[in-house]
């Protein structure tokens, strides 16, 4: 039998790096970090730039449209708590300003999914705190 843990979906746990990010979310935006010294637009958020090393990293907002780059549909959940969720589509997203981002897709069948088909971000809040990034078809 099940315990209740494993009846839970993992959360997200903001620390130093991420916090912003996460606040951004809850706000309705997606903030990419970019660097101020090499013009790098990166994701996941972190204390230095991938590209050069710099500590100049300052957070925009995104557009929150892309194009699916790969995708995978799961039809055996990885555990009990996302049985009522299966089949879905994880997604690979190149974000329009560059960087990939892997989220899931929300609103269609996960059947209907093709390599570069146009989504856009949509908010699923699922706490007080946290709002999950998830896609749609654009």
């Not at 194009?67 to 055996?76: I, L």
């Not at 190149?94 to 949509?122: H, N, W």
């Not at 908010?123 to 078809?137: A, E, G, H, Y």
Request: net charge negative; aromatic share 8%; glycine share 6%.
């Amino acid at each position: 039998m099940a315990s209740e843990d494993s009846a839970q979906k993992p959360l997200p746990a903001p620390d130093a790096d991420t916090t912003t990010f996460w606040h951004g979310l809850r706000d309705g935006k997606l903030l990419l970090q970019h660097c101020r010294h090499c013009r790098n637009v990166q994701y996941y958020q972190q204390a230095t730039c991938r590209e050069c090393g710099s500590d100049e990293l300052e957070h925009r907002p995104a557009t929150g449209r892309g194009k699916v780059h790969s995708f995978s549909v799961v039809y055996r959940a990885p555990g009990p708590a996302f049985k009522q969720d299966v089949p879905y589509a994880v997604l690979l997203v190149e974000l329009a300003e560059g960087p990939r981002m892997i989220s899931t897709l929300t609103g269609s069948d996960p059947k209907d999914v093709t390599f570069d088909m146009e989504v856009e971000l949509a908010f699923d809040q699922v706490s007080d705190d946290i709002t999950l990034p998830r896609f749609r078809k654009a």
